[in-house]
Structure formats: structure tokens, C-alpha cells
């Protein structure tokens, strides 16, 4: 019996049956060998490279052997570098095979090869890894980057796995995990909001993860996938391609998403061509398709075989969802293919899916006091519209809204921190045992019997069974005792000026100037759109990013940076790293950069003179 029938049958009885990645994969090997489980899409939307199920078996089996062969031990990590290939899904599986921990990073580019070799030795010391895998073509194009041998590599071996041998297309040897409890691999996170940690992902994590998939996301033999997610992130490793590789789904096509940003149009060509059921992408990926297609284009495409299309990895704008929905209504697609899930790196992705719904709240109720309220269409009080995130689903799974500052239970229709009790929790941080106990073992004052729960570090409420995010706790902004989120003024930024660069935006707090304030200050990091632009351009965007915050937040800007492309710091996933902008800005790193146009204070004549016009 195959994963999705285990899935199907067993999702609401015993959550403690257990498997592995490993034992499904081998039993899909033995039921549908040539079954094609990828096709590699190239930089045109061609199909460039297919891989079946016995030809990655007779791959991962060569690169387990090849690991035993260089010394490499079970429980030993393996730090996986790779450019988007099927190559990488081949060593991943390999190092499973072997009872290796892989461990996928971002791979180095070479017009920043010594900043990114650092962060590559930076994971490779935090997890003690005996080997660098990687392949023929990224090693060239590296040591070519590298023409001047001044670039610091991690000094342990580093090993081409496109030149081991093929296996054994039927593995009978592979590593059996003793327990679930046993670390599978290693997700380290992307950094938003600090520094990178890796998370400890154990083979029933995983398991557990692929038997609510299975059902949640309406997965099976018929599921056919695209996807440019990047394969060292965990929604792009364990929802697409670990689902891929224990028969969720069949021939999911991959792309670079490097192919996506060159011609949005790609994702959605393929969708068509081979008439896809199953999608998904962050926010920012929805609203750069819109604004990069013509209506002629999106006309030709016939999407009606979609089943679901998801929004996953930041947060999901109603304007953004609107806005696409009605592009895209000539193109066949239903609005109720599109579903927005909630998750994070430390639940082995998925905590809520299923959200297709907007709520309007009364704003002044949210910032004031911290509660969802609710408005009917015909209100005209200030309000705040959000996405929903769906319902927990999980088998096993109990999630609770709680203060963070107090670790009590919030009334239901509060913000609080969103805390998740799941068998999908991540084991901990590796090497990391104050931090593991701190985010991993929380424990809600006065609940009786006690649990042990995840603290995400995400803010957000329970209306009607469904989640709602409101934004990171680290990110909130208050001023004056009213809780503003930056996403929130981000957003008003972003229409404020045609020129502003939609995903290009950054708002968030420093401390006051002196100590008689206890207000915290805003600032706001603005890139706009490429191209020559003079004083008068750089003052009209100043001007209108100033009002509009001003217009829907009550609050002033302290300072406004405008910048190219790069200004605002991002992760390697494209996700905003607010506090790394801080840094910037608070250390005069910001002033130096090379991006900046420049930095613009609020004057106080200025904010007078938009009070006296409001």
C-alpha cells in the first residue's frame, strides 16, 4: 500500500504509526519503477531532463555507496550544493539511503562568492559536516568565480556526485532509521528574523508531514506539479519534492527560480502545456505574474485543470489574491483553486491549510486593543483586511492563540502568538540547547495536563475554526500604546508612487532619540523602479510615501531610504529581513551603501502642513 492509500485510511486513527521517506520510496520502487516522478523544465519552458522512479533509485543507491566509500558514517551531515537540478534530488536521497544527514543550503553565486563562502563555512562549522556534495557544473562555474584563489572554501572534502557510479535500480540495503525520533535531515532557516539556525527534521516528522499532505492538499497518482520553489527551502524540498519522491504525486516539473524571475510567463506556459493540477508560490510571485503578462497571453492559457493553487512562505495580501483571480479569469481558472496554507521551518512546514477567505477588521480595535473585530461590507470604519490561513487539519495537532509576553491563553478574537503542538514539530535546533528549549518547549501558564509547545513567533487570531496571521512579533511597531504591523504600512507604502518598487519595502522601528520618549520611531526602506530618476521624481515619491502613511496609520515617518534594487535585505527565499534593515540603519551601514540614494528625515513643517490639509 502506497503512502497516499496509508494516508487516506490512517489519517484520523493512531498518529503514532510511523515510517520513513526511505521505506516508501523503496515501495514505490517495487510497485511502478518507470513511473516518471520529474521532468527538469530549461530557461525556455522545454522539457530538458526526465528522472523515474528506478532511475533514482539506481542514482541515490550509487551516492550512498559512494558516501560509505569516502568514510562517511551514519548520523555523519553532508552539506548538499546545489543549482536547481535533479542532481540534487538524486544525493538527497542518496544521504537517506546511506542513514547520512543531508543538509541543503543556498548555493554561493559567484559575483559574491567570498560573502556567500562564508555563510557556507558558517553552516558547515555549526554542523560539524564530514562532506560538501555538489556537481560537476556548479564546481566550475565556482572555481571560475574564484580565477584569483582568494576565496576561503570549507575545509573538509567536497565531492561531485554526478561521477558515482549508478547502483542498484531494486535497493535492498538501505538505512533503516531506528526510531522516529531519529534526525533525518537538517532545514536551516532562512534568517528573517535572525541569524540562520538548523532545524532538526526527524523521519517521523517527515512522515507524519506526508500523511496530512496527502489528504490536505488532495494529492495522488493523477497530481501532476509545477513548480520553481527552491529546493533548499522547506516548502519547496518537503511539500514538493519529498511528496514527489514517496508517490504523492507523479512527473511534478521543476524550473530554476532563476527561469521564473527572467519570464514570469514560463510557470504559467508550462501550467498549460502539460495541464497541470497542482501549484504553488509565495505573494510577491502572484503579483509579479500579473504585472508581467498581457491580457493576450493569459487569454491562450487554459488553467481549468488546476485544482489548487497555493500561497505559502510570507503572507498572503487580499489585494494580491483579487488582483489575480481577476487577471486570470480569462484563463479558465477557478477562484477556488486558490488556497493559502500557514507554516514554518521548525513544523516541518505545515501548521494550517485551506484559507480562501478575507475578513475585515475594525483597525482601531486591532492596534488598540488587540482584538479581531469584525465588519459587515456596509461599515466605513477604518479597517484591515486580512487572508485567511485555513483550518488545523493535522492529525495530532492542537494550536493555541497566547500572550507572549505573559505565556497565558488569549480570549478567543485576540492577537496572541501562535503556538502549535503537532507531531510535525521539529526535534530542536541543532547544537542549540537554550534556544531549542526557548522555541521548542514553551509551556502555556496554568494548562493542566501540560504540553510542550513550538512558539513561531507569529502573531495572529482563530475566527470561525480559521487561522488569520497578522505578522512576526519581532516586527510589530508600537507607537503611542497602538500595535501597528509593518506588513500594514508596507502595504500603504507600496501605493503610495507608481515608481515605488512593489516588492521592494521595508518599515520597521528604532528607538527614540532621547530618553523622555518611550515612543518607538519609524523608518521605512523604499526601493524604486529602475531607470533615471532626478530630484523631482526622488521628492514626489518621498512626499507621497510620507502622506499615505500618514493618511492610514496616524504615525510619522522618523526616515524614509530610497534605494535601487538591494536596498532592502532579503532571504535567500525572498522573505523581507526587517531586523537585518535595522541593523543596517542603526550602524550608518545604510549611509555607505552603494544602492542608496539617500536617507530623508521628517521635517516637523512637513507633518504639519499634511495635518492642516487632512
Not at 239 to 253: D, S
Not at 262 to 274: D, L, N, Y
Not at 505 to 528: G, I, Q, Y
Request: aromatic share 8%; net charge negative; hydrophobic share 40%.
Amino acid at each position: 500500500m502506497d503512502l497516499v492509500s496509508t494516508a487516506r485510511k490512517k489519517c484520523g486513527d493512531d498518529v503514532q504509526e510511523t515510517g520513513s521517506i526511505v521505506s516508501a520510496f523503496r515501495r514505490l520502487c517495487e510497485s511502478d519503477p518507470e513511473a516518471v516522478l520529474f521532468t527538469f523544465v530549461d530557461d525556455k519552458g522545454r522539457d530538458h531532463e526526465t528522472l523515474t522512479v528506478g532511475e533514482l533509485a539506481a542514482a541515490a543507491d550509487g551516492i550512498g555507496k559512494s558516501l560509505r566509500s569516502w568514510g562517511v558514517q551514519a548520523g555523519d551531515r553532508a552539506v548538499l550544493v546545489y543549482m536547481p537540478s535533479l542532481d540534487f534530488v538524486k544525493a538527497f536521497l542518496g544521504c537517506l539511503a546511506a542513514g547520512v544527514l543531508p543538509v541543503p543550503v543556498c548555493p554561493p553565486n559567484p559575483f559574491k562568492l567570498k560573502h556567500d563562502m562564508a555563510t557556507l563555512r558558517t553552516i558547515v562549522d555549526s554542523c560539524a559536516a564530514r562532506v560538501v556534495l555538489s556537481n560537476t557544473d556548479l564546481d566550475r562555474a565556482l572555481s571560475l568565480a574564484d580565477a584569483t584563489g582568494e576565496v576561503r572554501w570549507p575545509e573538509i572534502p567536497w565531492y561531485q556526485t554526478d561521477r558515482c557510479q549508478p547502483g542498484s535500480a531494486t535497493p535492498a540495503a538501505w538505512h533503516t532509521p531506528a526510531t522516529a525520533d531519529t534526525p533525518a535531515f537538517l532545514q536551516y532557516t532562512s534568517g528573517s528574523t535572525g541569524s540562520a539556525k538548523g532545524v532538526i527534521i526527524t523521519h517521523g516528522n517527515l512522515w507524519h508531514e506526508m500523511r496530512a499532505n496527502a489528504v490536505d492538499l488532495d494529492l495522488g497518482p493523477d497530481t501532476r506539479g509545477v513548480f520553481w520553489l527552491p529546493h533548499f527551502h522547506d516548502l519547496g524540498l518537503i511539500t514538493v519534492i519529498l511528496n514527489t519522491v514517496v508517490g504523492n504525486g507523479l512527473n511534478t516539473h521543476l524550473m530554476s527560480p532563476l527561469t521564473f524571475m527572467k519570464r514570469p510567463a514560463i510557470w504559467f506556459e508550462v501550467i498549460s502545456r502539460i495541464q497541470a493540477t497542482h501549484t504553488a508560490a509565495p505573494n510577491f510571485a502572484y503579483e509579479l505574474l500579473v504585472r508581467k503578462t498581457s491580457p493576450e497571453q493569459r487569454r491562450s492559457w487554459d488553467l481549468s485543470s488546476l485544482r489548487l493553487v497555493g500561497s505559502a512562505g510570507e503572507q498572503v495580501r487580499p489585494a494580491t489574491v483579487r488582483t489575480f483571480l481577476d487577471a486570470f479569469a480569462d484563463s479558465k481558472l477557478r477562484p477556488d483553486a486558490f488556497y493559502a496554507g500557514y507554516g514554518l521551518a521548525e513544523c516541518s512546514v505545515s501548521v494550517s491549510v485551506g484559507g480562501r477567505t478575507v475578513l475585515r477588521l475594525d483597525k482601531q480595535q486591532l492596534e488598540e486593543a488587540g482584538c479581531a473585530v469584525p465588519l459587515d461590507d456596509a461599515s466605513d470604519r477604518p479597517s484591515a483586511s486580512y487572508f485567511s490561513c485555513g483550518r488545523v487539519t493535522k492529525p495530532g495537532a492542537y494550536t493555541r492563540i497566547v500572550d507572549p509576553d505573559t505565556c497565558r491563553p488569549c480570549p478567543p478574537g485576540h492577537v496572541g502568538e501562535i503556538w502549535v503542538d503537532s507531531p510535525t514539530n521539529a526535534a530542536g535546533y541543532w547544537g542549540l540547547i537554550d534556544e531549542t528549549d526557548e522555541v521548542f518547549r514553551a509551556r502555556c501558564h496554568g494548562e493542566h495536563p501540560p504540553r510542550e509547545y513550538l512558539r513561531t513567533g507569529d502573531l495572529g487570531f482563530f475566527f470561525d475554526g480559521e487561522l488569520f496571521v497578522t505578522g512576526r512579533h519581532k516586527d510589530l511597531i508600537i507607537v503611542r500604546g497602538h500595535n501597528r504591523y509593518s506588513q500594514d504600512i508596507e502595504d500603504s507604502a507600496r501605493e503610495a508612487h507608481p515608481f515605488v518598487r512593489p516588492g521592494g519595502l521595508a518599515a520597521f522601528s528604532v528607538p527614540p532619540d532621547d530618553d523622555d520618549s518611550s515612543d518607538e520611531r519609524l523608518v521605512l526602506f523604499v526601493e524604486v523602479r529602475q531607470g533615471r530618476l532626478d530630484a523631482e521624481d526622488l521628492e514626489a515619491i518621498l512626499c507621497g510615501v510620507r502622506r499615505r502613511v500618514q493618511e492610514d496609520h496616524q504615525i510619522t515617518c522618523h526616515a524614509v531610504v530610497l534605494g535601487t534594487a538591494g536596498t532592502v535585505k532579503k532571504t535567500t527565499s525572498g522573505k523581507i529581513r526587517r531586523s537585518a534593515c535595522r541593523r543596517a540603519y542603526l550602524s550608518g551601514e545604510i549611509h555607505a551603501a552603494k544602492t542608496t540614494i539617500g536617507v530623508f528625515p521628517t521635517a516637523r513643517q512637513d507633518v504639519r502642513g499634511m495635518d492642516a490639509a487632512r
